[in-house]
């Protein structure tokens, strides 16, 4: 296959006019990365990958920065002469799989955020130069490499760069914008996990609450805690439809489900009442609150609260509580035979304001991206129990005070709840929406996402067709029902102020 880059002509073409050398084919121009350094990265890989519905054919290029940070290049034949660098998540130690961009012809990049391993964990952040790159650096380092090979590759560099990220993602997009204001054009931050170090201690603080004699919640009582929210909250919206679409009229308060005699499934103790107003509530150390409170839903969600929080009975094995295990025994005590049970954060705080600065993105002045004419948009579902709704609010909020007021702001960042929806996917609501295009048509054509009017949608993972939608409202507005029409169609709701 020939290089038909629509609108130039191929270096390739270009030699063989002036040279009379034969045009190589992608596999030999794909095979010439093989073995070489780059800016200080070694070429590990490079291969010509064939097309495989619904993937185009697409050269893979794998490189290693010392000491551990390995990254991933993919050009596509057919390139659409933008890149997209996709962010990871967890504790990364992973490459995030790109098809998704690399389908629409998309350049991508990829990285393992400085180490490889599972997830869940931490100990690289015993290792400095990891523990640096994870926090704030791996991005920033990979990128010029990755430019130097999409130049080679196409004869000439990306029109724009986007990055994209969800979770850890989310946290590694806005240090991008913070940080390195000018390594990208646009960015999507969907859940970021922003307050990173906060937000795993407010974590280890939920596990220590569960933890306790008779605090644990067991799946039956999740299903009665999250019926109750739902009875409570769910038609603030204009209908009863499974989803809390205004969580901000939400006031539900668990004390109507405490137990007025033996304990039973459908009802809550004192001390497991005491739970659900923890995880309700935000987490305040040394008199400031670091992590805002989860907001009531999806708690009988399987994959929300159970999976997340309580652990079905024991919280330790909680995700949240396996987070907060390694921030606690590798990040913050650099002990890995620490109880995390037995933390005491105001004992720690000098090194938890270390790591803070360090890897947390809490800054909200973003100045710098927004001179340089970025542009940022800030998703988070309504349920989602790994993340709090409530933090990416305050952190947009404080985005745009920094800003200088809302008009400020809108010019350069837009904030959408996505009601019902859990960790960047899944639950109740409409999970799926296009924000790339909305950033793409934001900064290339001056169209904000709140002006184009964007749709979420829920498929069928069997069929891929849509069996829900929504509208997408820009913060503080929110979806309320029309009060006729389908519920399941998003042409029967329409975005009000709270």
Not at 83 to 89: D, H, L, P, S
Not at 462 to 476: A, D, F, I, N
Request: proline fraction near 6%.
């Amino acid at each position: 296959m020939r290089d038909t880059i629509p609108g130039r002509v191929s270096a390739a073409a270009l030699l063989l006019v002036l040279g009379g050398c034969s045009d190589p084919t992608p596999r030999s121009r794909c095979e010439t990365f093989r073995g070489r350094t780059l800016q200080q990265a070694r070429i590990t890989g490079a291969e010509l990958v064939a097309a495989s519905s619904p993937l185009p054919e697409y050269c893979k290029v794998t490189g290693t920065l010392p000491p551990s940070l390995d990254f991933e290049v993919r050009l596509p034949s057919v390139w659409n002469e933008k890149t997209v660098y996709a962010g990871g998540g967890g504790f990364d130690g992973f490459i995030p799989d790109t098809g998704v961009y690399t389908v629409n012809g998309y350049a991508t990049i990829g990285s393992n955020g400085g180490h490889t391993g599972d997830v869940l964990d931490a100990s690289f952040a015993l290792d400095a130069q990891k523990l640096d790159d994870f926090a704030s650096l791996s991005i920033h380092r990979v990128l010029p490499i990755a430019k130097a090979i999409i130049q080679e590759r196409y004869g000439k560099g990306a029109a724009k760069t986007w990055f994209e990220g969800c979770s850890n993602g989310g946290r590694e997009a806005l240090i991008e914008a913070q940080r390195w204001p000018e390594d990208f054009d646009g960015i999507i931050a969907r859940a970021p996990a922003y307050n990173f170090v906060e937000l795993l201690i407010a974590f280890n603080r939920n596990t220590r609450q569960l933890m306790k004699p008779g605090a644990s919640l067991s799946a039956g009582k999740l299903q009665v805690l999250g019926k109750a929210v739902l009875d409570a909250c769910d038609a603030k919206d204009g209908v009863a439809d499974g989803i809390i679409s205004h969580p901000s009229a939400c006031a539900f308060d668990p004390s109507v489900l405490r137990c007025t005699g033996a304990e039973r499934e459908d009802c809550l103790t004192a001390e497991q009442e005491a739970s659900v107003r923890t995880i309700y509530s935000p987490t305040v150390l040394d008199g400031a609150t670091i992590n805002a409170g989860w907001p009531p839903g999806g708690e009988a969600d399987p994959e929300g609260w159970a999976g997340w929080l309580t652990g079905n009975g024991n919280a330790t094995l909680s995700a949240g509580g396996l987070f907060g295990s390694g921030m606690i025994k590798y990040f913050i005590t650099r002990d890995p035979n620490f109880d995390p049970l037995t933390f005491d954060p105001n004992a720690w705080l000098p090194r938890i304001n270390e790591m803070s600065a360090l890897v947390s993105a809490n800054n909200p002045d973003l100045g710098r991206f927004q001179a340089r004419g970025g542009k940022l948009i800030l998703w988070h579902g309504g349920t989602d129990a790994a993340i709090s709704l409530n933090g990416t609010t305050t952190y947009y909020e404080n985005v745009v005070q920094a800003a200088g007021g809302q008009a400020a702001a809108d010019t350069f960042v837009e904030y959408f709840p996505a009601p019902g929806v859990n960790h960047c996917f899944g639950g109740a609501g409409a999970d799926t929406v296009d924000l790339l295009t909305a950033l793409e048509n934001w900064v290339e054509k001056g169209v904000a996402p709140s002006q184009a009017k964007l749709v979420a949608t829920k498929l069928n993972p069997q069929t891929g067709q849509s069996v829900l939608s929504r509208p997408l409202c820009k913060y503080p507005r929110h979806p309320r029902y029309k009060g006729s029409g389908d519920v399941n169609s998003a042409d029967s709701f329409t975005c009000v102020e709270p």
